[in-house]
C-alpha cells in the first residue's frame, strides 16, 4: 500500500457560465486562492483540474474533477478546493466525494469553509454535515408520509394503483360499487371459515373479475381482507 504524503495535492476549479468561462476571472480567482494557500501550507501542488462552463451537477458528468480525484485518491493526496460549492451542488454529494477520499486514504480542503480534513477539527465539521445531512433525510420522509396519511384521511388520492373496492376520480378515491360488492362476498366466505385460497376459486368459478381483469389468487384475496381489517 501506498504510504500517504500530505505534501502532494492537486487543485480543483469550476465556472459555470459562459461569461466566466470567457473572462477567466472566477476560474484565475479561484486557482490564485488555492495556489496561495498551498503554498504557506507546505503543499506541493502538483496539479489544477478545470472544469470550465459546468454546473455543479453529478461529479461523474464532470470530467476534470473525475481526474483530480483519481490523482488525489491514487496519490492518497489532498484535493484542494476554493469552496465547497464549486465541488458539489448539495452537502450530501460533497459528503460522497470526501467519503471516496477518506477510504483511499486521501483528504479534502476546501477554504471558504475552512475545512481541511487532515485535521481533527475537519473530519469532525464533516462527521457533522453528515449527521445533518441523515437529519434532512429523515424530516423531508417524516413530512412525506404525513402529508400522504392527511391526503388519505381525507380521501384523496396519494399515488399508486387504486386499492380494490375504489376508483380514482381526478385526486379523489371513490366507491367501485361493484367492487365493494365483491369485497362484502370475500368478507361473508372469510366470516363462514372459508380460506384464501378456497375464497379465489369460488370467485374464479363464478368469474366474479378481480382487479384490471385478473384471475383471483389467495394473495390477492388476502390484500383485500388486510385492507379490510380481516385476518386471512
Same mark, same amino acid.
Do not use: N, V
Given at each position: 500500500m501506498k504510504p500517504a504524503d500530505p505534501t502532494l495535492a492537486v487543485a480543483y476549479t469550476r465556472v459555470s457560465t459562459g461569461k466566466q468561462t470567457e473572462e477567466g476571472v472566477s476560474l484565475d480567482a479561484q486557482k490564485a486562492r488555492i495556489q496561495s494557500w498551498? /503554498?504557506?501550507? =507546505?503543499? %506541493?501542488?502538483?496539479?489544477? /483540474?478545470v472544469d470550465a462552463g459546468l454546473s455543479g451537477g453529478r461529479a461523474d458528468n464532470r470530467p476534470a474533477l473525475q481526474r483530480a480525484l483519481d490523482w488525489a485518491c491514487l496519490e492518497k493526496g489532498v484535493l484542494i478546493v476554493y469552496s465547497l460549492s464549486r465541488l458539489a451542488r448539495s452537502t450530501r454529494d460533497a459528503l460522497d466525494i470526501a467519503e471516496r477520499l477518506h477510504k483511499a486514504g486521501a483528504n479534502l480542503v476546501s477554504l471558504s469553509e475552512s475545512i481541511d480534513t487532515t485535521t481533527a477539527m475537519g473530519r469532525f465539521f464533516f462527521t457533522v454535515l453528515a449527521a445533518l445531512a441523515a437529519l434532512e433525510r429523515d424530516l423531508i420522509s417524516e413530512r412525506t408520509s404525513m402529508a400522504m396519511r392527511h391526503k388519505a384521511s381525507r380521501g384523496e388520492y396519494t399515488g399508486g394503483e387504486a386499492p380494490f373496492g375504489w376508483m380514482l376520480n381526478g385526486d379523489t378515491l371513490t366507491i367501485h360499487p361493484d %367492487?365493494?360488492?365483491?369485497? =362484502?362476498?370475500?368478507?361473508?366466505?372469510?366470516?363462514r371459515g372459508d380460506g384464501p385460497a378456497s375464497i379465489a376459486r369460488q370467485l374464479n368459478a363464478e368469474h366474479v373479475p378481480c382487479c384490471r381483469g385478473r384471475a383471483w389468487h389467495a394473495k390477492s384475496v388476502a390484500r383485500v381482507l388486510s385492507r379490510e381489517g380481516k385476518s386471512a
Open positions: 498551498a /503554498e504557506s501550507h =507546505g503543499y %506541493e501542488l502538483r496539479a489544477c /483540474e %367492487e365493494q360488492r365483491t369485497i =362484502g362476498m370475500i368478507r361473508f366466505m372469510r366470516e
